[in-house]
């Protein structure tokens, strides 16, 4: 049983900064693409950041040199340091996992972002 728990959300001033967790079980993400989206209330959900199984990294442009993700393969476990914060980052944060970003089959919950 695949399971990704999302953490370290919350509220924060703008310019501000978080670091958001997703903690794996039942998969080994180092064989893994790992990814992050946001969606924003009345909006559609967006692509955020991506690190693929090799270590590679991918960003939308709204974030790029604001946001870094990360995984740590021994604790199983991805990352998105986000800094310079804007209210335009505020959404509900989740992270997915697949054998690429084109097939990503399990989804955490999401941890709210709030910048404000």
């Known amino acids: 049983h695949v399971q990704l728990v999302e953490s370290g959300g919350g509220l924060v001033q703008p310019g501000g900064s978080l670091r958001l967790s997703c903690a794996a079980s039942g998969i080994d993400i180092s064989a893994y693409c790992m990814t992050w989206f946001r969606q924003a209330p009345g909006k559609e959900r967006e692509g955020v950041a991506a690190i693929e199984a090799d270590g590679i990294t991918r960003y939308d442009a709204s974030v790029e040199g604001r946001f870094t993700i990360s995984k740590d393969n021994a604790k199983n476990t991805a990352y998105l340091r986000m800094n310079s914060l804007k209210s335009e980052d505020t959404a509900l944060y989740f992270c997915?996992?697949?054998?690429?970003?084109?097939?990503?089959?399990?989804w955490g919950q999401g941890t709210q972002v709030t910048v404000s």
């Open positions: 997915a996992t697949g054998s690429s970003v084109a097939e990503l089959n399990y």
